[in-house]
Each structure stands twice: as structure tokens, then as C-alpha cells.
């Protein structure tokens, strides 16, 4: 039996003879890996990822050898820093679902829920996003682990939210599906942990949770069953063709009834008792679990890109990641070029280059490096596709190609036509918030030459947003306006406005529950960034729109 400290990265390894731990120190310092996802690898070393301390999510991976006590640490920068994702291994490859953070990984810088799954090579950590639900309006945390099920590529996951649901994903196709629901499933608790067992011999799912409470509660174990594999509802009910509608999920009663074993409740420092849990379901919940696939997005950020918005990535023509082969050098000429290039046809000067890069270094040393870095940048972005570094008349710009993609670059055309024009089809306008959704402009990168920079994008991104929300045509568009909504808050986390328009919404769709948590993560937040309770109640933000 072994133990891990990620923060000290140290091992202890219980003696079942001495009945005691290798290590006797105790950790004094809170940790910064709150709520991380593990596992087992096939050459039994342990995988961990992600977590949460002192404000900030983590998108790190430690691949670490019980044997010889070594730990690799590595970041993962196409996945968001996060806490609470869902893992599971599946011969060498590492899949990571879901969790809740945000792309600069600073708490306080509008945190979501996700809706996404990832696939990590062990070997070579090349990592694949496989895809995302967008907009995903369902606000749960998966627990901590993911079963795989070889027959249908597919992954059953478990969440304490929305009453205690269980979901089933599909590797291969974006979608989340609920299966089964736990009745008089209790999730108040302060502290919440669930792992999810597959039993082959029986051939049930176990679902345990614990529990902790701060005012004094006994701490609990609940303990639940389902016969593996689980059917979905579609696969145990037909569907009336002529309406496609779920009102036939309140019959669904009897079914599940049928299906589903009991379950064990087992209080822990608490009276025991035996407790029959059924999975069951009813029409207005299981209605409003119906998860929609989207729609195949516009613009392709897979290959041949370069992507500023969100984090900085770098993919090449045939899909390779190759944003670790940017050194601090490299990364800052890059940013250094496309951004003055954007701001100003011309570029930026060869000796506000040589200032900002080599400022301590003579006139021709500082010229040497510069032309060594172009050469070596030029190398590097023939791999992404046609791309050119052009110095004309001592100012360096870059020339982007057709075949090459920059979030960044089309961003600003559009956000510029947007501003410009006022007629639009539904489709433009589908395009702008796609490429706003994608984040604020480089949340990770902390340089003094970027705050001008992204101060302008989240300036101008808010200017066109808050104008969308008062266009005429999309006043009783809720999904657009939802849309809008989250696009400010990746760049204004306690905007006002945006709070009042997704309560308004989900209360308006009989969703209370969805708009309570948003207003309250959002009180949550802006006590522990401001220091002071915020002034509007539930009520005042709701009765506003």
C-alpha cells in the first residue's frame, strides 16, 4: 500500500509488519493539488492530473515509480488547468474528462464547468483533444474516475450533481448520455469524493461516496449497485415517431425498477442501517438531462495554426504539437512580431526587438542573436505551413498564408466587421462567438509588453458583446444570448450584466437550480477577490431582465 505527497513528491509505503508508514513526517502546508484524477499505468506507475490550491487549477501530469520514488512532472498545455476531471487508462493512453477551471488557471478569472475529453499518449505525452460539447449548460463534476467498456468505446462516469446521476460518453463521438439516477441521493455535504468500481465476476457497477461535513455531522459512506452493463433509455423505450418528444420517460419507473439491484447505506461513526437505493427517474428531471451533440465548429484549430486566444499553441501542418519546441526566446519573438503586425501593418523595429529581447547585451551581440532567433523561428514555422518573416525597411512583420489558421488574426477581422457593419446573417454572427468563446488573448503568458496588448482585445471583445446583447433580433434568442453571456465573463468575471442574463435565462426555463449555483459561485468569487459580499440578491439579479 502506498501514499503520495505531490507538492514535497515524496512516497510512503505502508509495513503491514510494523503495521506503520516509511514516512513519519507530517505535512504541514496545505496542498496545491486539491481534488487531482489518478490511476494505475500498465507498468504500474501511478498518473495523476490536474488539481487546485491557492486559487489556482493545475493542468499538471506526474507519472510517478512507487519503486524507486521518482516522479515526472510534466504540463500539459492543450488541456485547460482544471480540478475534479474524470480519468481512466486504457492500455497506454490516458483519458481525461470534464472538471471545472478556466484557461489562465487563476480562480478568480471566470471558471467554468467542462465538457470535454482528452486522450494523452504515457509515453510521448502527445495529447489529443477528441472533443467538447460547447456551452454546456448542465453544471456538474464528474468523480474521480471513469470505467471503461471495450465493447462499445465508450466511458461510465458518476457526478454527485443533479441529484446523483450516472453518464455514459462515447470516445469517438462528442455527447454525454444519462443512464441512471440515485433516488433520495443526498449532495449537501461540504466535502464529496465518489469513485466508480466495475465488478466483471458480478458483473455490477459499485459507486461509493464519502462524505464530510463541517458543522459537526458524522462523516458518510454510501455504497450503491447497478447491473453491468447499464441501458440507456433510449435502448429500453420506443420513441413516438410522429413526436419526438420525452414525455414517455415517466413511465420509465417501473422499468428501471425492474433493472436495478439494491444498494447499501453504511453511516461512518454513525448508527448503522441498511438502506434499499434504487437508480430511477422521472419525466421533469430525466427531460432536462436530454444532452444535445453540437454542431461541427467553423474553424479548425487541429492543425496549421498558431493560437493565442485561450493559451498559446502551435499545431504544424500534419497535426503535431509543437508548442514545447518554442523556447522563451522563440515564443516572445513570435508574440513580439504577430502582435505588432496586427497592431500596425509595418511590425515592430529591429531595435525595440533588440530592447525588449536583448536589452543586455551590446548593439551587434543583440543583432546576432536576433537574426540567429529569426532564423531559427522561420524553421520552426515552415512546419506550421506558409508563413513568412518579412523585415522591410527594418521593420519585421509576419505574413500569414491561406492554409494557415490564427485564432488571434480572425478574431480581430471579424470583431472589426461586426463593429462596422450592422448586417449580418446568423451564421457570422455564430462565427464571432465561436472565436470568442475561445478565451481571452494569452491568460498563461506574463510579460509587460502583452498588458497593452490584451487589454485591447478584452476591451474591444466586451464593446462588441454588450452591442450583441442589445441587438433587437436576438432578444428572445436565449441559446446566442447565453453565448454572449459566457464570452464576457472569460474576459470580465464579475460583470453584472452577463450574471443578470444567464439567471434571468435559466429561471426563465424553469432551470432555478443552474441559475442559484451561478449567482452563488459567483458571490462565492467575488468575496474572495473583492473582500466584501456582493450587493444585489438572487431576487434583485433576477427581477432585472
Known sequence: MESYNLDDQTISIFSFTDKAWTQTSKNEKETGFWHHTSGIAPDSTIITFGGYGSFLYKNTLFKINPQTGEFTEKIIPEIYPRYSPASAIVDNTLYIFGGKGCPSGHQELSPRDFSDLYAIDLNSFETKKLWEVPNFDKKFLPGSNMVYNKEESCFYII?????????????????IIPVSEIQHFDSGADFSFSQLYHAPRSQHLYCLYAKNYKNGQPSQIQIYSLSYPPMVYS??????????????????????????????????????????????????????????????????????????????????????????????????????????????????????????????????????????????????????????????????????????????????????????????DEEFFNKVLELLLYGPLLPNTESDYLDSFKSHYSDITIDLLHLLLHKEEFQNNDKFRLKIADSIF????????????????????????????????????YQTLLGEKYGLSFNDVTKEE
Not at 450533481?161 to 453518464?167: D, F, P, Q, S, Y
Not at 509543437?322 to 522563440?330: A, G, K, N
Request: aromatic share 8%.
Open 159 to 175: 457526478t454527485g450533481n443533479m441529484g446523483g446521476v450516472l453518464l455514459k460518453i462515447s470516445i469517438n463521438e462528442p455527447g
Open 490 to 525: 472569460q474576459h470580465d468575471s464579475f460583470n453584472e450584466e452577463a450574471l443578470r442574463i444567464k439567471c434571468s435565462i435559466f429561471c426563465r426555463n424553469d432551470k432555478m437550480g443552474i441559475a442559484k449555483s451561478i449567482y452563488d459561485n459567483f458571490c462565492k468569487e
Open 235 to 424: 435502448q429500453i423505450l420506443q420513441q413516438d415517431k410522429k413526436k419526438q418528444d420525452f414525455s414517455f420517460l415517466w413511465y420509465l419507473i417501473p422499468a428501471l425498477i425492474l433493472l436495478v439491484g439494491t444498494s447499501n447505506f453504511i453511516r461512518k461513526r454513525g448508527k448503522n442501517r441498511k438502506k434499499d437505493n434504487k437508480f430511477s427517474t422521472s419525466k421533469s428531471e430525466t427531460d432536462s438531462l436530454i444532452f444535445t451533440v453540437p454542431d461541427k465548429p467553423y474553424f479548425n484549430r487541429d492543425r496549421a495554426c498558431i493560437c493565442l486566444l485561450g493559451s498559446f499553441n502551435v499545431k504544424s501542418k500534419t497535426g503535431e504539437n509543437i508548442t514545447s519546441s518554442f523556447t522563451p526566446i522563440l515564443k516572445s519573438l513570435l508574440l513580439l512580431i504577430l502582435l505588432n503586425t496586427e497592431k500596425d501593418n509595418r511590425g515592430i523595429t529591429s531595435k525595440k526587438l533588440d530592447d525588449l529581447l536583448w536589452g543586455d547585451k551590446n548593439e551587434k551581440s543583440a543583432r546576432n542573436n536576433r537574426n540567429v532567433s529569426i532564423s531559427r523561428l522561420r524553421l520552426l514555422l515552415e512546419k506550421v505551413g506558409n508563413i513568412q518573416i518579412v523585415n522591410d525597411n527594418n521593420f519585421w512583420k509576419i505574413v500569414l498564408g491561406d492554409d494557415v489558421f490564427c485564432d488571434y488574426h480572425t478574431a480581430l477581422n471579424y470583431i472589426d466587421e461586426a463593429t462596422k457593419t450592422t448586417v449580418h
